[in-house]
């Protein structure tokens, strides 16, 4: 079955970087599109970057151009979010997000936290 396992979220303090991983089995990974959500405690979950199959970049939110870098590695069935210059607002649940035949899948996310 699809499984996607998010990993890397952290207290990291405002400036500072985190390297999320979110980990795929279960479908043709090397042949889907890779999303990257956040969700932060009460507002919606928000959409951080898209990279296609061959590991091109669709968009990024505004919010983080710049600051985050999405990748993959097909071999590995990897997708990772690169996160730099890390703000208090970046703070939320984040996770990976798969469309396999036209049948979404989330992982279980994982928490960032940006605080001094």
């Known amino acids: 079955q699809v499984q996607l396992v998010e990993s890397g979220g952290g207290l990291v303090q405002p400036g500072g970087s985190l390297r999320l991983s979110c980990a795929a089995s279960?479908?043709?990974?090397?042949?889907?599109?890779m999303m990257w959500y956040r969700q932060a405690p009460g507002k919606e979950r928000e959409l951080v970057g898209v990279?296609?199959?061959?590991?091109?970049?669709?968009n990024y939110a505004n919010s983080v151009k710049g600051r985050f870098t999405i990748s993959r590695d097909n071999p590995k069935n990897m997708v990772y979010l690169q996160m730099n210059s890390l703000k208090p607002e970046d703070t939320a649940m984040y996770y990976c997000?798969?469309?396999?035949?036209?049948?979404?899948?989330w992982g279980q996310g994982t928490q960032v936290t940006v605080s001094s």
């Open positions: 997000k798969a469309v396999p035949g036209g049948k979404s899948y």
């Open positions: 279960g479908f043709p990974f090397s042949e889907t599109v």
């Open positions: 990279i296609t199959s061959a590991g091109a970049i669709l």
